[in-house]
């Protein structure tokens, strides 16, 4: 994936920035981050230092009397410049190309597309001179992600509060020349674990955290995709520009996947759905004292990908198959067989460092046709990139 330079200059809205930093990280990018020493007044340096694993940069010399040339060593090492939030003064400076800071001179001595996204008051933003130093830098190539209309910090409701930080991100992957392939497609993706109740309090259920997920769903829209997630007990953030449907049965995720699937044009079942539930569910809690032991009678549950292939009409299929051991690979080729869809994942769960609730993951992809690819252990945002080149094929 990219290295994202990320500037944070001095304005309220820099400790959104933590959040542009977090969801850049969960799409599988390395961040350095500079600021100006303005910016350290609202969001301290050890913040971005102990979420990004790296040094901060600062000031423009550096340590005393050791030499070094950070403005170059950040630039050289970017793949992609992002200014967010640029105030009125760092764009001021960007456009007439200032080099009396750190993030000024990492802008003159960076050569890769560069990314601001403005945050200030409307009147501020209205500014003539800040309107021509937008034009300015917009005819010199820099990608202008435009503010949103709002309320603001000072209270005031206009145009000048930050834009999203997903959106934000969205566009610097674009500006990186990310594939927009699935512009106009529909992607549905299932999430999480089901639970499935025992009772008011307890219930049948597994591991899944919906972190593979999470990361196709943020990988198909940064390629342009209009993406409903169905969600199982899923607690990690949400995006502003994804459809999310909560379903935490496997029966409430069998409807939900009913209503949405004639509608999408790939499908991917990336949730772990409970293959049994208990047939009588008590309406409140079981008494523990009432009896030695528990017997719980369980039924299968509905087998959702299997039902869905059968009532597809030209969507594509990528189902998951979580297993475990040596002999979890042959299991993931028959059950996409079994299933009649076009892509298995298989991964294997007992592998150390992976799978359920891990940043991390290790795959293979089955599929289409004779198709299979191995990835060794990643970030599960480039598992998901890989996932969705091949899924890409179908659409094509």
């Avoid at 020493?37 to 694993?53: D, I």
């Avoid at 802008?107 to 200030?120: I, N, T």
Wanted: aromatic fraction near 4%.
């Amino acid at each position: 994936m990219a290295e994202v330079l990320l500037g944070v200059s001095g304005g309220i809205a820099a400790y959104k920035a933590v959040d542009v930093l977090r969801i850049l990280q969960r799409r599988g990018h390395a961040v350095s981050v500079v600021m100006t020493r303005n910016a350290t007044r609202f969001v301290g340096e050890t913040t971005f230092a102990s979420l990004s694993g790296r040094p901060v940069g600062v000031d423009l010399f550096g340590m005393p009397q050791e030499p070094g040339y950070d403005h170059l060593d950040f630039a050289r090492r970017a793949d992609v410049m992002l200014v967010c939030p640029a105030s009125a003064n760092t764009l001021a400076r960007m456009a007439a190309g200032l080099g009396d800071g750190l993030l000024a001179t990492s802008f003159l001595a960076f050569e890769g597309p560069v990314v601001a996204a403005p945050a200030m008051n409307t009147k501020m933003w209205e500014n003539p001179a800040v309107v021509e130093n937008l034009a300015t830098l917009a005819r010199r190539g820099v990608h202008i992600v435009p503010p949103e209309s709002g309320l603001l910090a000072d209270g005031d409701v206009g145009m000048g509060r930050l834009a999203e930080p997903a959106v934000i991100c969205d566009r610097t992957e674009a500006a990186l020349g990310v594939s927009t392939e699935l512009s106009g497609r529909r992607v549905l993706i299932t999430a999480g674990g089901t639970r499935e109740p025992i009772d008011a309090v307890r219930y049948v259920g597994n591991s899944s955290s919906g972190r593979m997920a999470w990361a196709i769903a943020d990988a198909a829209r940064a390629r342009g995709a209009e993406v409903t997630v169905i969600a199982a007990n899923v607690g990690l953030p949400r995006r502003g520009d994804v459809t999310y449907v909560d379903a935490p049965t496997a029966a409430g995720m069998h409807a939900a996947c009913l209503e949405a699937f004639p509608h999408c044009d790939l499908l991917v079942m990336a949730a772990a759905v409970a293959d049994y539930r208990p047939v009588d569910a008590a309406a409140g809690k079981l008494d523990k004292s009432a009896a030695a032991a528990m017997e719980i009678r369980l039924e299968r549950t509905e087998d959702i990908l299997t039902d869905l292939a059968s009532r597809r009409s030209g969507q594509a299929l990528v189902g998951f198959a979580a297993e475990a051991g040596a002999a979890g690979l042959e299991r993931a080729r028959a059950k996409r067989a079994r299933k009649g869809v076009d892509i298995v994942v298989h991964n294997d769960i007992s592998a150390p460092g992976v799978g359920f609730g891990s940043a991390d993951n290790a795959i293979t992809i089955i599929g289409p046709g004779d198709a299979e690819t191995h990835l060794e252990r990643r970030s599960k945002r480039a598992c998901a990139e890989a996932i969705l080149d091949r899924a890409g094929t179908l659409l094509r």
